[in-house]
């Protein structure tokens, strides 16, 4: 298949609103999520019918699994088509916004605020996933829980595939992976019903010191660091996420 990846100025809305990248990417289940947000609410004893802000919600499964659970949830995220599709299951306390993260959406507001599964740091620019955060802390209350789950850089580039094959429904995706100038690339091409598509996904390789900068520039206590989702402690030679909980 030939490489042709175009320049897309709007690559985040238009690649994780796409069906292709759900079709893609199904293959990740809602079980490992839950024991997550399981896990990490029982440690921080979140009370029931707290407020919570799901910032990258994508299509709202960690949503509206908390909303299950008794708490009121709000979800934002830039594609439009995945939000469409969240609003399917708007209910009581349950909410979805087509919103950037890097404008204000609300002002001490909610208990928690989540931002889940590396739906961090696609912006070009530093100071871009920089105001992601400053916006978003400032959605929260005196006080309440900021929680950055991210990938653990090291560990991801060394254990980088660097070009794979895979057909799903049909579908033949050819991937290319590699670290270039701080960042960690994804490259898919494939064909379906005839005609040829291609995405890049960009996302920066933040270490453990630069998400820490992050939180001492927006104010936000880091209180607790875990490497997966057990809670176990994180070590960047072997854990596969970095997750930093803060609070305001």
């Known amino acids: 298949m030939t490489w042709k990846l175009s320049t ?15 079709l893609l990417y199904k293959h990740r289940g809602c079980d490992e999520a839950k024991l997550f947000l399981d896990n990490l609410f029982k440690f921080l004893k979140i009370p029931s019918g707290n407020s919570i802000l799901d910032c990258g919600c994508g299509k709202g499964r960690h949503s509206i699994y ?28 349950l909410s979805f916004y087509v919103h950037d993260m890097r404008n204000l959406f609300r002002i001490n507001y909610y208990d928690v605020v989540l931002n889940l599964f590396t739906s961090f740091g696609y912006f070009e620019k530093d100071y871009e996933n920089n105001k992601a955060i400053k916006s978003t802390a400032s959605a929260l209350k005196k006080n309440g829980w900021f929680v950055l789950d991210f990938m653990n850089v090291k560990k991801e580039i060394k254990a980088l595939i ?14 290319r992976r590699y670290a270039e100038k701080k960042s960690i690339i994804k490259e898919i091409c494939f064909l379906d019903k005839g005609k040829s598509y291609s995405y890049k996904e960009k996302v920066k390789s933040y270490r453990r010191k630069d998400l820490e900068t992050f939180f001492i520039q927006n104010k936000l206590e880091l209180v607790y660091l875990f490497g997966d989702y057990h809670l176990a402690p994180f070590s960047e030679e072997t854990s596969e996420r970095l997750i930093l909980i803060g609070r305001k």
Request: net charge negative; glycine share 6%; aromatic share 12%.
């Open 162 to 175: 660097a070009q794979e094959k895979c057909r799903i429904d049909e579908v033949d995706f050819e991937i």
């Open 66 to 93: 908390l909303n299950e659970k008794g708490f009121q949830v709000t979800g934002i995220d830039i594609s439009e088509n995945s939000i469409i599709e969240a609003k399917t299951s708007e209910k009581e306390n």
């Open 8 to 22: 897309m100025t709007k690559w985040i809305e238009d690649w994780f609103g796409s069906e292709y990248y759900s």
